[in-house]
């Protein structure tokens, strides 16, 4: 059975940091790509970034670029999302997810964690 863990929410002040992790067991890890979404409250998921199975490869959404940093550890099963400078708009539950797919005019996952809470407040 695959398992993905997302870890490291909080509440943070704008301009703070945070560093996410998502442990995954089940699967032949450094195999696969995986990514980070987001959900706001009432929106659609948002793709937020992706790293190839080697760590090699990464892509940003335009939102996040220069901001967030995506990173594995492949010894460990991990993947990190390092979020830096947060903003007011960053606040979502983020998952990290693989398995990605077209269907009914969207993108979805085959396997996506439970999510993990981010809050960017005052």
């Known amino acids: 059975e695959v398992q993905l863990v997302e870890s490291g929410g909080g509440l943070v002040q704008p301009g703070g940091s945070l560093r996410l992790s998502c442990a995954a067991s089940g699967l032949t890890f450094s195999s696969v790509d995986m990514t980070w979404v987001r959900q706001a409250p009432g929106k659609g998921l948002e793709w937020v970034s992706d790293?190839?199975?080697?760590?090699?490869?990464?892509s940003y959404a335009g939102s996040v670029k220069g901001r967030f940093t995506i990173s594995r550890d492949n010894d460990k099963n991990i993947v990190y999302l390092q979020m830096n400078i947060l903003k007011t708009e960053d606040t979502a539950v983020y998952y990290c997810a693989t398995g990605r797919y077209w269907s009914r005019g969207t993108y979805q996952y085959q396997y996506r964690g439970q999510g993990t809470q981010v809050t960017v407040s005052s």
């Open positions: 790293i190839s199975n080697s760590g090699a490869s990464t």
